[in-house]
């Protein structure tokens, strides 16, 4: 039974920083997609980024290129999330997914992902 938790959320004013951790446990990432999603009050769920594990290809939604960075730490099972720059939009309750790798897989669709931590969140204030 694959199990992906994830940490780091909190309170921020915006402009600043957080971390967010998501780890496994029952598996591995390796082989896998791990991606991580948000969803904002009233808001539909939306993919933030996404991390190829076998080709260490990263992948990211236009509003956060250049504000968030994913990576993973296969000693740990770890994926994090770094987020700088945060903005009271980006406040949302971010969860991470995981998926086999498979050819022509859309990493940035949420069915894709068998996988799914509960989530943390995350609010930026103005």
Request: glycine share 12%.
């Amino acid at each position: 039974q694959v199990q992906l938790v994830e940490s780091g959320g909190g309170l921020v004013q915006a402009g600043g920083s957080l971390r967010l951790s998501c780890v496994a446990s029952g598996s591995t990432f390796s082989g896998s997609v791990t991606a991580w999603f948000r969803q904002g009050s009233g808001k539909e769920r939306e993919f933030v980024a996404a991390l190829n594990w076998n080709s260490g290809r990263s992948y990211y939604t236009a509003t956060v290129d250049g504000r968030f960075t994913i990576s993973g730490d296969n000693a740990k099972n770890t994926v994090y999330l770094q987020m700088s720059s945060l903005k009271p939009e980006d406040t949302a309750v971010y969860s991470c997914a995981a998926a086999a790798t498979r050819w022509g897989m859309d990493n940035m669709n949420a069915h894709e992902y068998q996988y799914w931590g509960q989530g943390t969140q995350v609010t930026v204030s103005s």
